[in-house]
């Protein structure tokens, strides 16, 4: 019996996927619950497992291409179980190319490693595939790998004498990024506050617990904790900016699932910890380290990315001493971070050095005013110049 393997559901908002590997080939002898294929959305990649035991006998979507909730992927034969029973499904002959040009290109052509697609694509164009760098699993030359070197090519023929150029292909999550960030532009009224926050007692508190932070819980007593910590309580004195807008009603939101921003190769993405407002601060460290790693290593799942209600992002980490925030919609709200930097401010009357970090809170003016906006960072500016408020929920 033939089982299809279909694309599955994606995530909300999210309808389309790229093929990005396929880690088994036609005629291959797989597992039920197998990892066979990877697909790439615009958040995170995403694992397709075999339905059933049995022999790859077909795969119908290529690596590189472009695929629909539901669509079918491959096909799995569960007649066939074991390498014993197996047998080489036959294959179709590829008909002769017609291109007598350079018959030594198409002969090495077939001994080099590369999907059905680009090797059509090659014999069309009488292309030399050993000249062709693959991206796909163990170097295989993908129909996008031709596709890049047919737009670098039209780049090279048009170039003027200012120098070489390049065209990179955008991965989708660079693509759905741009999309996003224009509709954000376009969707909402973001506007942003700012103001300066004297860190000396966090910065003194880290100091003096650190190292017994550490031998407690083994991880290292961070600024996000304070920071997640702060915007929390924040939160809860203005619950506006814990909130949705669906279209004429307000959900406020009783819940605090924070999203923290992470820079990764492919863009930033913004996974969730959950219960922030229940958490100590060794399980924000631990939960925001754990995220982040996750993410990096391209192992961050589609519910790892949904259900925020509020984000925190910190340009700080690469020298930023001042940016704005763009939102990350349903949410309304955005805390950026900055760089600490040492400079002269006003204590008591008298000048003194501090380590001061510029914060800015971009929201959505249709919902949030400006006089609320303020006092939410004000709130979140007091609550760091003097952290043991934390402790007591004053």
Do not use: C
Not at 150 to 167: C, H, M, R
Not at 245 to 270: F, R, S
Request: hydrophobic fraction near 35%.
């Amino acid at each position: 019996m033939l089982h299809e393997i279909i694309v599955p559901d994606l995530a909300e908002s999210t309808v389309e996927a790229t093929v990005s590997t396929w880690l088994k080939k036609s005629g291959d002898i797989v597992d039920e619950g197998e990892v066979i294929i990877e697909l790439d959305t615009d958040k995170v990649s995403l694992e397709v497992v075999s339905p059933t035991s049995g022999q790859l006998i077909e795969i119908i979507k290529d690596t590189g291409e472009t695929v629909n909730v539901g669509e079918l992927l491959g096909k799995v034969d569960d007649s066939v179980s074991s390498p014993a029973k197996s047998e080489k499904p036959a294959t179709k002959k590829e008909p002769k190319s017609q291109v007598t040009e350079n018959p030594k290109t198409n002969s090495s052509n077939s001994e080099i490693s590369a999907t059905p697609v680009a090797k059509k694509m090659a014999e069309k164009g009488n292309i030399d595939l050993t000249k062709i760098k693959g991206s796909g699993p163990n170097g295989k030359i993908t129909k996008n790998d031709l596709e890049n070197k047919n737009d670098i090519e039209k780049v090279s023929a048009t170039s003027t004498s200012s120098g070489p150029e390049e065209v990179i292909k955008l991965s989708r999550r660079r693509i759905t990024i741009a999309k996003r960030l224009k509709e954000v532009q376009s969707d909402t009224v973001m506007t942003t506050t700012y103001n300066e926050v004297d860190l000396s007692s966090v910065i003194s508190i880290r100091k003096k617990f650190q190292d017994q932070f550490v031998e407690k819980h083994g991880v290292k007593l961070g600024f996000m904790s304070f920071f997640v910590k702060a915007t929390v309580n924040a939160l809860q004195s203005f619950p506006h900016l814990n909130s949705e807008l669906y279209q004429d009603e307000l959900i406020l939101k009783k819940y605090y699932d924070m999203g923290i921003a992470v820079a990764t190769e492919e863009g930033l993405v913004v996974p969730v910890l959950r219960e922030a407002d229940k958490k100590s601060s060794a399980e924000i460290e631990k939960g925001i380290a754990d995220l982040a790693t996750k993410a990096r290593e391209r192992k961050i799942t589609l519910e790892e990315l949904q259900g925020g209600t509020f984000s925190i992002t910190n340009g700080g980490v690469f020298g930023s001493l001042m940016s704005t925030p763009l939102l990350n919609p349903p949410q309304v709200g955005i805390l950026g971070m900055h760089k600490i930097q040492e400079k002269p401010i006003a204590v008591n009357g008298e000048v003194a050095i501090r380590p001061v970090m510029v914060l800015a809170v971009t929201y959505d003016h249709r919902i949030i005013d400006g006089a609320m906006a303020v006092q939410f960072l004000v709130r979140i500016k007091n609550l760091l110049e003097d952290p043991f408020q934390l402790l007591i929920d004053a």
